[in-house]
């Protein structure tokens, strides 16, 4: 469009009220016309927020309404995220909650894209910082069967399928996972007995995970599957959990994609596996990068390699962790190098091994 079609108004040209028309013509407004305009344009915003807000659910253990309110909670979460979509946010107030009440093993906690759940609620707040994650321990469990054996637990406690850094898991207790499926498949019947990623990029934070046990991956697994899954871990504790095969706290797979989890002030205390008792990589014809920043891993055994970390790349893989403030105490495996000699003393570094 040639300048010489545009007429730029100046300060003594242009005085509120004014407004231009689709044809560029200049018109005064009245009093009027001017709080119309202001409605009109509140009405349009209003609408925008209601279609970007989700809707807010309330989750207590002994709930039976509807789930609109805490008044009226729901007892059910599973099936209140079966229900959610992208955009929810789910509170859950302190106690235990299982995946199946029927005994189904292969029953989990599936958190959809886009949703948020946050747990450590007394179950009054009409805030998300007046909660007391400690004080109210909001547990997920999978000891869905006989409370005193492990045997029939569900095979995976959380599971994520292609969800994005908006999907949250923020202030819970993950346990009693038992992923002991003997299957080598890669699946939540055999890895991540605490939760399992597929090809997801969740955010969780403040959450324990504890007891939970798998052949891959006893607290997480973390799979690529062929594309790329970049999980970012705050303030996260995993804590007795066991592997029989890689990885007792997190088992990363680059599942011929791009595995790069991140992980911040997280703590790896007491897991156990045959490699990797507190992180392992499977690179598996792919990448995997796995970044750490102020965690620290304590007294995690192995009983081959890896008594806190375990790398494990093929010729023609990618696979390394780079780790910054970092601290390691006690880590031992049977044979293999050590977390807590070289080139872990200095608490940063490099691994490509």
């Not at 996972?177 to 990623?197: M, W």
Request: charged letters at 20%.
């Amino acid at each position: 469009m040639p300048t010489s079609w545009i007429t730029k108004p100046t300060q003594t040209h242009l005085k509120f009220p004014y407004f231009i028309s689709t044809n560029f013509k200049i018109h005064r407004v009245n009093q009027f016309q001017c709080t119309v305009i202001a409605l009109w344009l509140l009405l349009l915003f209003s609408v925008s927020l209601e279609a970007q807000s989700g809707r807010c659910f309330f989750i207590k253990p002994e709930g039976r309404g509807d789930g609109s309110s805490w008044a009226n909670a729901s007892g059910d979460l599973p099936a209140t995220l079966e229900k959610s979509s992208s955009g929810d946010v789910v509170w859950v107030a302190a106690g235990k909650y299982l995946p199946s009440v029927k005994g189904d093993r292969r029953a989990s906690f599936v958190i959809r894209e886009g949703v948020q759940l946050y747990g450590g609620f007394a179950g009054y707040e009409t805030q998300l910082k007046a909660r007391n994650i400690p004080k109210n321990p909001t547990v997920l469990s999978g000891n869905i069967g006989d409370v005193n054996s492990a045997a029939d637990n569900s095979y995976t406690v959380v599971r994520f399928h292609s969800a994005s850094p908006t999907t949250i898991l923020d202030g819970f207790r993950i346990r009693d996972g038992r992923a002991n499926g003997q299957t080598e498949k890669v699946g939540p019947s055999s890895c991540g007995g605490g939760i399992f990623l597929d090809a997801a990029s969740p955010t969780i934070r403040n959450c324990v995970l504890k007891e939970n046990l798998a052949l891959h991956g006893g607290g997480m697994y973390v799979y690529a599957r062929r594309t790329k899954s970049t999980p970012s871990l705050q303030s996260c504790t995993f804590q007795n959990n066991r592997a029989e095969l890689y990885g007792g706290g997190i088992c990363n797979d680059g599942g011929q994609g791009d595995c790069a989890p991140v992980l911040a002030g997280c703590r790896f205390i007491d897991n156990q596996a045959l490699y990797g008792a507190g992180i392992a990589n499977q690179v598996r014809e792919g990448s995997c990068t796995v970044r750490l920043r102020d965690c620290h891993f304590q007294g995690n055994f192995a009983d081959l390699r890896g008594g806190a970390i375990l790398n494990k790349p093929t010729d023609s893989d990618q696979g390394k962790v780079l780790f910054e403030a970092c601290s390691f105490s006690g880590n031992t495996s049977t044979i293999g190098r050590e977390a807590d000699e070289k080139p872990y003393k200095s608490g940063r570094g490099t691994l490509v091994f």
